[in-house]
């Protein structure tokens, strides 16, 4: 195909994209009105599977199946991430000297390490109940790991975060939703259709039928994900060197 032909063929699809933006958006309510029946729905749906956290209910339960393509985003950015940035040929690996580290930043950086790593943790186990939930604990476990970089070197960051470890944990905290998904069908209903587990009661942690399970598999692998980039962009920054020394 041409580059002529390309270009046609792109604004025919954007054209054809925005009328059904524009079609879309002049089905919308009415901006700053008091209802919203896409939002009284919501959250009627919420309460009948006895989820507190209208949001976490959208994402794991009524629309469980667009997060799965999110996740699938994320896990597909970092395995470009991992084979983009492994080590080629014309490098080595030099490994670090350890810096000196201000003592006020070394004990604020360890001093909240644990603060922000069980802070992220609570954000996850408390998904169904509170805002928050798997994509937003689990950024925040992930990235509190990294104060040991700031707090003490980066050998120390190097022991608590095997790599290898964190892979298999993606691997695993993606398959964990496909299967709860796939339990589904298995017992005669829909895929990802929240029906496997007894809603059990209104605002406690074991409430809200199979969102917990979806919303942990989430946090686990947010967090393993992030770790994994954070942990190659790294090794480029300050273990991997080309044959120039650069």
């Not at 933006?21 to 749906?45: K, S, W």
């Not at 976490?56 to 991992?82: K, P």
């Not at 169904?128 to 050998?155: E, I, K, M, N």
């Amino acid at each position: 195909m041409t580059r002529r032909g390309r270009l046609w063929m792109l604004l025919a699809g954007g054209a054809g994209l925005a009328a059904l933006l524009v079609a879309a958006c002049l089905r919308l309510p009415d901006f700053g009105g008091d209802r919203h029946p896409y939002g009284d729905r919501a959250v009627r749906a919420s309460l009948a599977r006895r989820t507190a956290n209208t949001v976490s209910s959208v994402n794991f339960d009524q629309r469980a199946f667009d997060t799965l393509g999110e996740m699938m985003i994320l896990f597909a950015a970092v395995l470009g991430c991992v084979v983009l940035l492994r080590q080629t040929r014309d490098e080595h690996r030099a490994r670090p000297e350890p810096a000196e580290v201000a003592r006020p930043v070394r004990r604020y950086a360890l001093g909240v390490l644990p603060v922000a790593l069980l802070s992220g943790l609570y954000v996850i186990a408390h998904g169904q109940l509170s805002p928050g939930g798997g994509f937003q604990g689990g950024v925040v476990a992930a990235t509190a790991l990294h104060l040991l970089y700031l707090g003490a070197d980066y050998r120390a960051l190097e022991r608590v975060r095997p790599i290898g470890a964190y892979e298999v944990g993606d691997a695993l905290a993606s398959s964990a939703y496909l299967v709860t998904g796939l339990a589904g069908l298995v017992g005669g209903t829909a895929f990802l259709a929240n029906t496997l587990l007894p809603y059990g009661t209104f605002n406690t942690l074991s409430s809200a039928g199979t969102v917990p399970l979806l919303n942990a598999a989430i946090g686990m692998e947010v967090a393993c994900a992030v770790v994994i980039l954070l942990a190659r962009f790294l090794d480029q920054a300050v273990e991997i060197e080309g044959e120039s020394g650069t």
